[in-house]
């Protein structure tokens, strides 16, 4: 199922199309890659009720302070999967985890892979735990960023800014060859047109201040 833009480019799922398909399996990712946006409870209740089984992607949720977490207790047929990629920043250590009722755990159990996640990973992984408030503090500062980079974002008029719940934000441009301008003056950022919407798209990651503010004269100079 392809999303569509409102006109305030916040991308948003349909739940009757799931309600009249009633499929056996649906992803949902909340906030979503590369939107940014965040489904409501009211439509990821609407698709539990309807799918026969719901994996809802979570890798972005602690930039958003919104998750669905405890929905697992009415929806036994809700998988919530999270991930150290983001928040903790250890894309490279594979480690992340679902949560789901105790049926569904015992049979991913049954076909997960012995030693899944090595032992530096989980020791790596606990380390992080243990210093949560560390990564807190970053994730505290790469939200108020993200605010006024959005803020800054939507004063360059050939841009659209859809709003993020995540550690980056998807905006549309209405110029061409921007990722490659951009790429010119040093600044990666990644081409999310691919998605099915309409137009260039373009992700920017939330850097460090300095590095948000170089990216906007950058963009105000192409
Ligand atoms: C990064 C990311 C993940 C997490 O991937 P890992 O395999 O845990 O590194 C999951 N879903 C989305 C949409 C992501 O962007």
């Given at each position: 199922?392809?999303?569509?833009?409102?006109?305030?480019?916040?991308?948003?799922?349909?739940?009757?199309?799931?309600?009249?398909?009633?499929?056996?399996?649906?992803?949902?990712?909340?906030?979503?890659?590369?939107?940014?946006?965040?489904?409501?409870?009211?439509?990821?209740?609407?698709?539990?009720?309807?799918?026969?089984?719901?994996?809802?992607?979570?890798?972005?949720?602690?930039?958003?302070?919104?998750?669905?977490?405890?929905?697992?207790?009415?929806?036994?047929?809700?998988?919530?999967?999270?991930?150290?990629?983001?928040?903790?920043?250890?894309?490279?250590?594979?480690?992340?985890?679902?949560?789901?009722?105790?049926?569904?755990?015992?049979?991913?159990?049954?076909?997960?892979?012995?030693?899944?996640?090595?032992?530096?990973?989980?020791?790596?992984?606990?380390?992080?735990?243990?210093?949560?408030?560390?990564?807190?503090?970053?994730?505290?500062?790469?939200?108020?960023?993200?605010?006024?980079?959005?803020?800054?974002?939507?004063?360059?008029?050939?841009?659209?800014?859809?709003?993020?719940?995540?550690?980056?934000?998807?905006?549309?441009?209405?110029?061409?060859?921007?990722?490659?301008?951009l790429?010119?003056k040093g600044f990666?950022?990644?081409?999310?047109?691919?998605?099915?919407?309409?137009?260039?798209?373009?992700?920017?990651?939330?850097?460090?201040?300095?590095?948000?503010?170089?990216?906007?004269?950058?963009?105000?100079?192409?």
């Amino acid at each position: 199922m392809r999303p569509s833009a409102s006109p305030f480019l916040r991308v948003q799922i349909n739940p009757d199309i799931i309600a009249n398909e009633r499929p056996k399996l649906v992803f949902l990712c909340s906030p979503n890659n590369p939107t940014g946006n965040s489904l409501s409870r009211e439509i990821v209740q609407k698709v539990a009720e309807s799918a026969e089984y719901v994996v809802l992607d979570e890798a972005y949720v602690e930039f958003s302070g919104n998750s669905m977490l405890d929905m697992v207790r009415d929806f036994d047929n809700l998988i919530v999967l999270r991930s150290f990629s983001k928040f903790f920043a250890l894309a490279g250590m594979r480690v992340g985890y679902a949560v789901c009722s105790t049926e569904i755990a015992e049979a991913i159990e049954k076909v997960r892979l012995p030693f899944g996640i090595s032992h530096p990973a989980v020791e790596t992984a606990i380390a992080a735990l243990r210093s949560i408030d560390y990564y807190r503090e970053i994730r505290d500062k790469i939200v108020a960023e993200r605010e006024k980079l959005i803020e800054n974002l939507k004063k360059i008029e050939w841009l659209e800014v859809y709003p993020s719940d995540a550690n980056f934000v998807l905006v549309k441009a209405k110029k061409e060859g921007v990722v490659e301008k951009l790429a010119e003056k040093g600044f990666i950022v990644r081409d999310a047109s691919v998605i099915g919407l309409e137009g260039l798209h373009i992700r920017i990651t939330v850097g460090k201040p300095e590095e948000n503010e170089m990216l906007i004269e950058a963009l105000k100079e192409i």
